[in-house]
Nanobody
Framework: QVQLVESGGGSVHAGGSLTLSCAAS????????MGWFRQIPGQGRKLVGN???????PYFATVKDRFAASRDSTGNILYLQMDNLKFEDSDMYFC??????????????????WGQGTYVAVDS
């Protein structure tokens, strides 16, 4: 099993920046890709960044000029740099990990594991 623990959420003013972190532990040899998602009510979890590239989720295209996902040199920590934050970005953000890349998946990879999430609140 792989455990994912997110951190870095909190409150920020509109226009500000925030960096989320996700630490993977356990059987990390099972994962080749990691990504970030947000939970939109009534729409499920939407991709906001991944480490393998690709990703056909339409929502991803709307944030990729402001959000950027990257992995550290160990491959076990995934970051999400969030710039020019807007009130509507307020949400729970989840880290995921799995197998990829996979061009058939909207996320760009097959999600096998989820973290518990970290909340981002943007005030206007």
């Amino acid at each position: 099993q792989v455990q994912l623990v997110e951190s870095g959420g909190g409150s920020v003013h509109a226009g500000g920046s925030l960096t989320l972190s996700c630490a993977a532990s356990g059987a990390t040899h099972k994962i080749s890709c990691m990504g970030w998602f947000r939970q939109i009510p009534g729409q499920g979890r939407k991709l906001v960044g991944n480490s393998c590239g690709g990703g056909r989720d339409p929502y991803f295209a709307t944030v990729k000029d402001r959000f950027a996902a990257s992995r550290d040199s160990t491959g076990n920590i995934l970051y999400l740099q969030m710039d020019n934050l807007k009130f509507e970005d307020s949400d729970m953000y989840f880290c995921a990990a799995g197998r990829g890349p996979n061009n058939l998946s909207p996320a760009g990879f097959i999600v096998d594991y989820w973290g518990q999430g970290t909340y981002v609140a943007v005030d206007s």
